[in-house]
């Protein structure tokens, strides 16, 4: 297998923080790197989602038309009421 050499200009800080985590995980950029790599290659796509959103899940699309189906059921009055001893049933 024949190796090349790759530069990438990344932001000094963002550089730092990936070498100590992945010093903890005793692996180095270029390992890293070449992890990715091999994954985009293998999967024929980015091997992770890229979103604008927060990584908070509440703001996730699922969790987005949830809540819009529960707003609608209260608006519909469409709701259920129950203990918590009843939900805690449920779930048995």
Avoid: C, H, W
Avoid at 46 to 53: D, G, M, N, Q, R
Wanted: proline share 2%; net charge negative; no cysteine.
């Amino acid at each position: 297998m024949k190796f090349i050499n790759v530069t990438v200009r990344v932001d000094e800080n963002v550089k730092k923080q990936n070498e100590q985590i992945l010093n903890e995980l005793g692996m180095n950029i270029s390992t890293a790197v070449n992890i990715f790599m091999r994954a985009v290659a293998r999967q024929r796509r980015i091997p992770f989602e890229i979103t604008l959103a927060e990584s908070d899940p509440f703001f996730s699309e699922s969790n987005l038309t949830r809540l819009a189906q529960s707003k609608k059921q209260i608006t519909e009055g469409n709701i259920i009421y129950k203990t918590s001893q009843e939900l805690e049933l449920d779930d048995e």
